[in-house]
């Protein structure tokens, strides 16, 4: 039996550990701090797969890192198909600003502040504000800003993005890192846990992204930072080198090969 985090795993696990004739368990871990349901059952689980190196070190004893599994097609994305896509400027150097499917409110409220203070004759602003907000941002688009409720092909636009400004849920941090993108993370306070302050530390730590923590975001500081990564490019590129070393490309197999490794030995 496998679980992938969260309650609605906790009860197959539960059951598969209780019988007499316990079926072997793995948890998958997607987050840095292991999730309530991975702590419960980590003592019964004959191997954790783990998204990144846990980040207070616990249950290591059982923890193999293999990435989070991530659709196949996310790194072969086309700057020329973001820029037909989106009308983006090919030479111009490229923010891209999203709050998961569904936008971020904070996030959004956060950029459209800052959003006309950016030199438009070099950088332009992809921004993505999710269905429910983009009716009340949309006004903010011009020749070097695009507004736009969702992204279909994500590929594309962390592609031609040189910096990446966003929340870090976990699966949001395995494609940027697997992209080898250097980020401006500013965490969702309210996650659980706060796991998502503990993934964005993840990164920081690593040298490849900028944490801003919601409570310390403001207009002044979200410029500044932007404006100083995407101005300076032996940053960025010492960022996307530490990015591109945290991403697990072959997430998928080295779980499948970590499986079948163990189904030989029941």
């Known amino acids: 039996v496998i679980g992938t985090g969260g309650y609605a795993s906790a009860l197959?696990?539960?059951?598969?550990?209780?019988?007499?004739?316990?079926?072997?368990?793995?948890?998958?871990e997607q987050n840095s701090f292991p999730g309530i349901t991975t702590r419960w059952f980590a003592n019964k689980a004959i191997m954790i797969c783990a998204a990144f190196k846990f980040y207070n070190g616990s249950l290591n004893h059982k923890v193999v890192l293999t990435g989070n599994p991530i659709r196949n097609n996310i790194i072969s994305g086309k700057k020329s198909l973001a820029c037909n896509e989106y009308k983006l400027d090919m030479h111009k150097k490229t923010v891209f600003v999203f709050g998961g499917s569904q936008g971020s409110a904070f996030l959004n409220k956060s950029i459209a502040q800052i959003i006309k203070n950016f030199d438009d004759r070099t950088i332009q602003i992809l921004w993505q504000t999710g269905d429910n907000e983009y009716h009340e941002y949309k006004r903010y688009m011009d020749d070097s800003i695009r507004v736009v409720p969702f992204i279909n092909d994500m590929a594309s636009a962390y592609a031609i993005s040189n910096l990446i400004v966003c929340r870090s849920g976990a699966?949001?941090?395995?494609?940027?890192?697997?992209?080898g993108k250097p980020s401006i993370l500013i965490p969702f306070a309210a996650a659980a846990e706060n796991?998502?302050?503990?993934?964005?530390?993840t990164l920081y730590e690593a040298g490849a992204s900028f944490l801003i923590e919601e409570k310390d975001?403001?207009?002044?500081?979200?410029?500044?930072?932007?404006?100083?990564?995407?101005?300076?490019k032996t940053t960025l590129d010492e960022m996307s080198s530490a990015s591109k070393k945290l991403g697990n490309?072959?997430?998928?197999?080295k779980i499948v090969d970590?499986?079948?490794e163990l189904m030989s030995d029941v």
């Open 12 to 28: 197959p696990l539960f059951m598969a550990t209780i019988k007499k004739n316990s079926i072997p368990i793995v948890l998958q």
């Open 171 to 179: 699966l949001t941090l395995s494609e940027v890192t697997i992209c």
């Open 195 to 201: 796991h998502q302050l503990k993934n964005a530390k």
């Open 217 to 232: 975001l403001d207009s002044n500081s979200l410029f500044k930072n932007i404006n100083h990564l995407i101005n300076n």
């Open 249 to 253: 490309p072959n997430a998928t197999k």
């Open 258 to 260: 970590c499986l079948m």
